[in-house]
T-cell receptor
Framework: DARVTQTPRHKVTEMGQEVTMRCQPI?????VFWYRQTMMQGLELLAY????????DSGMPKDRFSAEMPDATLATLKIQPSEPRDSAVYFC???????????FGPGTRLLVL | GESVGLHLPTLSVQEGDNSIINCAYS??????FIWYKQESGKGPQFIID?????DKRQGQRVTVLLNKTVKHLSLQIAATQPGDSAVYFC????????????FGKGTMLLVSP
């Protein structure tokens, strides 16, 4: 049963610390999305990659957030330095070439104190 | 299915009833729509999708209806079960050549035994 995996599932950190979240897309999926979910804003698209190339990261605060895809099996989202307002659930989703459905991972629940 | 402030719209039904969850989408140029189910502590899970050249699509116990005239999407769940309790999101994709989705705020479905 192919699925998107994310690590860590939970992260508690202090303001100013670096946070790195990882995502393994479904094998064969060439598009990877990063979302943030909060009660106030709902699901927001932060960035996405196709064939490992960043296509759009306009939803991401550039000064502290960065997203990369070092290889086809790993996507990372980094926050440095983290702030309390970054507390949210971060989801990764992947999509197969020329299909529309996005499949979501279980999320990383981040709490910045 | 529009959110009001911080509170998700909530639909409460009895087990065995049919449920209808509504969604007003924003862009008349959207050509593809998806319904996701999100259970507490989990990522959104794909339920059913529909393209704009269709008015209705049926799955197992679920039916999606699309009314392009009034930009309205609905999800019907037949014989609702306690396991259907979750937040349901509709999402639309603009016919822009990209595959990004714009998500609604969600509707919470509560099913009582």
């Amino acid at each position: 049963d192919a699925r998107v995996t994310q690590t860590p599932r939970h992260k508690v950190t202090e303001m100013g610390q670096e946070v790195t979240m990882r995502c393994q897309p479904i094998l064969g999926h060439n598009t990877v999305f990063w979302y943030r979910q909060t009660m106030m804003q709902g699901l927001e698209l932060l960035a996405y990659f196709r064939n490992r190339a960043p296509l759009d990261d306009s939803g991401m605060p550039k000064d502290r957030f960065s997203a990369e895809m070092p290889d086809a099996t790993l996507a990372t989202l980094k926050i440095q330095p983290s702030e309390p307002r970054d507390s949210a659930v971060y989801f990764c989703a992947s999509q197969q070439r020329q299909r529309e459905t996005q499949y979501f991972g279980p999320g990383t629940r981040l709490l910045v104190l | 299915g529009e959110s009001v402030g911080l509170h998700l719209p909530t639909l409460s039904v009895q087990e065995g009833d049919n449920s209808i969850i509504n969604c007003a989408y924003s862009n008349s140029a959207s050509d593809y729509f998806i319904w996701y189910k999100q259970e507490s502590g989990k990522g959104p899970q794909f339920i059913i999708d529909i393209r704009s050249n269709m008015d209705k699509r049926q799955g197992q116990r679920v039916t999606v209806l699309l009314n392009k005239t009034v930009k309205h999407l609905s999800l019907q769940i037949a014989a609702t079960q306690p396991g259907d309790s979750a937040v349901y999101f509709c999402a639309e994709r603009l016919n822009s050549g990209y595959s990004t989705l714009t998500f609604g705020k969600g509707t919470m479905l509560l099913v009582s035994p």
